[in-house]
């Protein structure tokens, strides 16, 4: 399968603890983004990488998230001292220009947090 | 102006029937506009997409309409069947930095 990979598909934590996502975007793909979804909403964005340059933040991501894209391949996000309200469908998405000329984004399956 | 608003929040057809999904947006920097499938458990998957240079745009059982002056685009499932029954979503990106902004989703019921 050569879509995008996340691991793991479900992380249950206790608040203040710390936690880290992978994803394996597609191979070709220079963009990787991460969005957050929580039940019944949309995905809102949180940051996204072009090759291993992180090129915009949310506000949403406080100074306790961090995401990094070493040589421009996988990426992690990492949750320091989770609280409750973190709980959400973590997902990831690697993107490639098209010839509608804008990034066609793909998503894989999601990280399930709960924090207890 | 970042908002996508859809309608409706929750949508019961027949098989068979078109149900049509319609979303809004302010900021007229959008200029792509797709439409995404989501299965419970699953992450997102790409339907179908349009630019605002044209107005319709039909790829297999789905299609969307798009007014630009109304700022307003929609789906239209035709032919729908039980295996359709899914949480659909609208997004707007613009060029300057392709994140997407997504509405609230319409979690569709394809009755057999």
């Known amino acids: 399968d050569t879509g995008v990979s996340q691991n793991p598909r479900h992380k249950i934590t206790k608040r203040g603890q710390n936690v880290t996502f992978r994803c394996d975007p597609i191979s070709e793909h220079n963009r990787l983004y991460w969005y957050r979804q929580t039940l019944g909403q949309g995905p809102e964005f949180l940051t996204y990488f072009q090759n291993e340059a992180q090129l915009e933040k949310s506000r949403l991501l406080s100074d306790r998230f961090s995401a990094e894209r070493p040589k421009g391949s996988f990426s992690t996000l990492e949750i320091q001292r989770t609280e409750q309200g973190d709980s959400a469908m973590y997902l990831c998405?690697?993107?490639?220009?098209?010839?509608?000329?804008?990034?066609?984004?793909?998503f894989g399956p999601g990280t399930r947090l709960t924090v207890l | 102006q970042q908002q996508v608003k859809q309608s409706p929040q929750s949508l019961i057809v027949q098989k068979g029937g078109i149900p049509i999904i319609n979303c809004a947006y302010e900021n007229t920097a959008f200029d792509y506009f797709p439409w995404y499938q989501q299965f419970p458990g699953k992450g997102p998957a790409l339907l179908i997409a349009?630019?605002?240079d044209v107005s319709e745009k039909k790829e297999g059982r789905f299609t969307i309409s798009f007014n630009k002056s109304a700022k307003q685009f929609s789906l239209h499932i035709m032919d729908s069947q039980p295996g359709d029954s899914a949480t659909y979503f609208c997004a707007a990106s613009m060029n300057s930095n392709y994140q997407l902004i997504w509405g609230a989703g319409t979690k569709l019921i394809i009755k057999p």
């Open positions: 998405a690697s993107g490639r220009l098209t010839g509608m000329g804008t990034d066609t984004q793909y």
């Open positions: 349009i630019r605002p």
